[in-house]
């Protein structure tokens, strides 16, 4: 696609349930990102993507955090037991890994997670 | 210390002068520095990158960089009222293709027709 689309871009739910966040990078794009931002917040990293597997996953909060990309392409963010500490927008980017200078992110819409 | 800090704002310029955003960071093996642009309820997007030492210049937008001060500003030249934003400074550690953006919190910028 022409961008990084993310699906859905709303989403409320309800303390204890389960969620899942997708994110369809840009084509051909190999490296792939999850952030979420809070009010008033720059981006926080949650976890990076080369191919299918997981180059860095630092940022998970904890535990009840997990995120797929089984094909190298899409991935699923996935939540366990929402709190309402979840609430944020979550960000996906994609980026182009090339050896012509630092790869830049694009960023995608973002879905807005609402835990009640 | 936070990672990346920026000044929240909001910066109130007006229109036509020059917007001066700044942004500090602690790691001193930071080597890439992006500028995004956030406006209110949409995503951010990418203005421009710098890694050299010195300025870097696109259009009305001027990225520059003092690695010695690990100081990084944005300057926006001619602003306008469309440049009214959130705008955020990210810093990548190691010149390696991927990894993490660490971001500031963001300047707020209102530019007053």
């Known amino acids: 696609g022409a961008g990084v689309s993310q699906t859905p871009s709303n989403k409320v739910t309800e303390k204890g349930k389960y969620v899942e966040l997708r994110c369809d990078p840009i084509s051909g794009h190999t490296a792939l990102y999850w952030y979420r931002q809070s009010l008033g917040q720059g981006p926080e990293f949650l976890i990076y993507?080369?191919?299918?597997?997981?180059?860095?996953d630092s940022g998970l909060p904890n535990d009840r955090f997990f995120a797929v990309r089984p094909e190298g392409s899409v991935s699923t963010l996935k939540i366990q037991r929402t709190e309402r500490g979840d609430s944020a927008v979550y960000l996906c980017?994609?980026?182009?890994?090339?050896?012509?200078?630092?790869?830049?992110?694009?960023f995608g819409p973002g879905t807005r997670l609402t835990v009640l | 210390q936070k990672e990346v800090e920026q000044n929240s704002g909001p910066l109130s310029v007006p229109e036509g002068a020059i917007a001066s955003l700044n942004c500090t960071y602690s790691d001193r093996g930071s080597q890439s520095f992006f500028w995004y642009r956030q406006y209110s309820g949409k995503s951010p997007e990418l203005i421009m990158f710098i890694y050299s030492n010195g300025d870097k210049e696109d259009g009305r937008f001027t990225a520059q960089l003092n690695k010695a001060s690990q100081y990084v500003s944005l300057l926006i030249r001619d602003s306008q009222p469309s440049d009214s934003a959130t705008y955020l400074c990210a810093v990548k550690t190691g010149m390696n293709q991927g990894g993490k953006l660490i971001f500031g919190q963001g300047t707020e910028l209102s530019v007053k027709p």
């Open positions: 993507f080369q191919g299918t597997g997981a180059a860095d």
């Open positions: 980017a994609s980026s182009l890994i090339w050896a012509g200078g630092p790869d830049t992110q694009y």
